[in-house]
C-alpha cells in the first residue's frame, strides 16, 4: 500500500516568516494530496489539497506543490500568524480509491 | 450542512463494559470512515465503508472491535469489551467520490478506566 512520510515533525517559526512542510508518497498512482490542520482539541479541518493533473495551488497565505516526477509535495504557509500554530496532515489517495494515507503530522508553533 | 455528526462527544467508562460511538455522516456522501487518534499512534485508520459495505477493516485492532452501518445515515462503532489502552480520540469522517475530501466530525473522547 501507500506510505507516507512527513517532515519536520515540530516546527517554530518568527510570526511573520514562512513556514514549509514536505511530505513524499510511494505510489505512483496516487493523485490526489489534501492537507489538514487540527488545532489542539478539535477535529482535523481540510485547508487545502491538490491533484496530480496539477503543479501548484494557491489560497491566500496557503500554497501547496506537487512534483509527481519525485512524488513529493509541500505546504507552504506564508506570513504566518499565531492562530496558524496547529498540527498539519498531508495525505495522499490512490486513484479510484476512497482510502487516505495520513502522514505523521507536523506541530507548527508561531512564536509572536 | 451540519457536517459529520459524531455521539457521545465524551465518554468515561470502567474497563470491561461496552461502548458504543455513533456517526451520522454528510447527506449525500458515500463513504465513512473510523480513525482513532493518540499521542502515541497518530491517526489511525480503524475500518471504512462504501455505500454501506465495509471494504476494508484491517485497521480494527482486534475481535473487541466491531463497526456496522445499516443505512446510508447511520454508523456505530462498538468495544466490547473495553480496556484502558482503547483510551483515545475517536473520529468519525464522511466522504464522497473517490479522489475527493473526507470531512471530519468532531470526534469522541474514551477514557476507559
Known amino acids: 500500500g501507500e506510505n507516507v512520510e512527513q517532515h519536520p515533525s515540530t516546527l517554530s517559526v518568527q510570526e511573520g516568516d514562512s513556514a514549509v512542510i514536505k511530505c513524499t508518497y510511494s505510489?505512483?498512482?496516487?493523485?490526489?494530496f489534501p492537507w489538514y490542520k487540527q488545532e489542539l482539541g478539535k477535529r482535523p479541518q481540510l485547508i487545502i489539497d491538490?491533484?496530480?493533473?496539477?503543479g501548484e495551488k494557491k489560497d491566500q497565505r496557503i500554497a501547496v506543490t506537487l512534483n509527481k516526477t519525485a512524488k513529493h509535495f509541500s505546504l507552504h504557509i506564508t506570513e504566518t500568524q499565531p492562530e496558524d500554530s496547529a498540527v498539519y496532515f498531508c495525505?495522499?489517495?490512490?486513484?479510484?480509491?476512497?482510502?487516505?494515507?495520513f502522514g505523521t503530522g507536523t506541530s507548527l508553533t508561531v512564536i509572536p | 450542512d451540519a457536517g459529520v455528526i459524531q455521539s457521545p462527544r465524551h465518554e468515561v467508562t470502567e474497563m470491561g463494559q461496552e461502548v458504543t460511538l455513533r456517526c451520522k455522516p454528510i447527506?449525500?456522501?458515500?463513504?465513512l470512515f473510523w480513525y482513532r487518534q493518540t499521542m502515541m499512534r497518530g491517526l489511525e485508520l480503524l475500518i471504512y465503508?462504501?455505500?454501506?459495505?465495509?471494504?476494508?477493516d484491517s485497521g480494527m485492532p482486534e475481535d473487541r472491535f466491531s463497526a456496522k452501518m445499516p443505512n446510508a445515515s447511520f454508523s456505530t462503532l462498538k468495544i466490547q469489551p473495553s480496556e484502558p489502552r482503547d483510551s483515545a480520540v475517536y473520529f468519525c469522517?464522511?466522504?464522497?467520490?473517490?479522489?475527493?475530501?473526507?470531512?471530519f466530525g468532531p470526534g469522541t473522547r474514551l477514557l476507559v478506566l
Open positions: 469522517a464522511s466522504g464522497g467520490l473517490a479522489g475527493r475530501a473526507q470531512y
Open positions: 495525505a495522499a489517495s490512490i486513484k479510484d480509491g476512497n482510502q487516505f494515507y
Open positions: 465503508f462504501n455505500n454501506n459495505v465495509p471494504i476494508d
Open positions: 447527506s449525500g456522501h458515500n463513504s
Open positions: 491538490i491533484r496530480s493533473n496539477v
Open positions: 505510489d505512483s498512482a496516487s493523485n490526489y
